[in-house]
């Protein structure tokens, strides 16, 4: 998931064990980019769980977190043309992607259970049927 003043960009899906940093786009909205290619924002899936390193003492003190924590992605309720990419603290703290300091890593240690990468979906044969 993007935040949707992200839609302005170029962006590709996560991939599990790479790297990427916080980084503040030109619209002013924070996203993850590669350091291959910061210009491209790099979308989470939700409940993707991350591990987020460099966190700033300004935000460890007001969300009670560390410098290093590991994080669920997730989606905050709320109107049209609103930030709402967030992650939640082991803590139970959700806090939108905009709260956080730019220039923090994140590596994705396990996206949901549920979604399955597109290159292993099989298609069934179609069976012809007589008219």
């Known amino acids: 998931m993007c935040d949707y003043s992200l839609e302005l960009y170029r962006s590709r899906p996560a991939v599990q064990e790479e790297q990427y940093t916080l980084h503040r786009f030109p619209s002013g909205t924070m996203g993850f980019t590669s350091a291959r290619d910061c210009e491209t924002a790099v979308c989470m899936p939700a409940d993707a769980r991350l591990q987020l390193a460099g966190i700033a003492e ?3 003190r007001v969300y009670a977190v560390g410098p290093v924590e590991d994080v669920v992605m997730t989606r905050m309720e709320g109107g049209t043309h ?3 990419d967030a992650v939640r603290f082991a803590n139970g703290r959700e806090v939108l992607l905009q709260s956080l300091n730019a220039g923090l890593t994140a590596v994705v240690t396990d996206f949901p259970s549920d979604l399955v990468p597109v290159e292993t979906v099989r298609t069934p044969a179609r069976e012809l049927v007589d008219a």
Do not use: S, Y
Request: aromatic residues 0%; charged residues 15%; without cysteine.
């Open 58 to 60: 300004a935000v460890q």
């Open 82 to 84: 609103v930030h709402r």
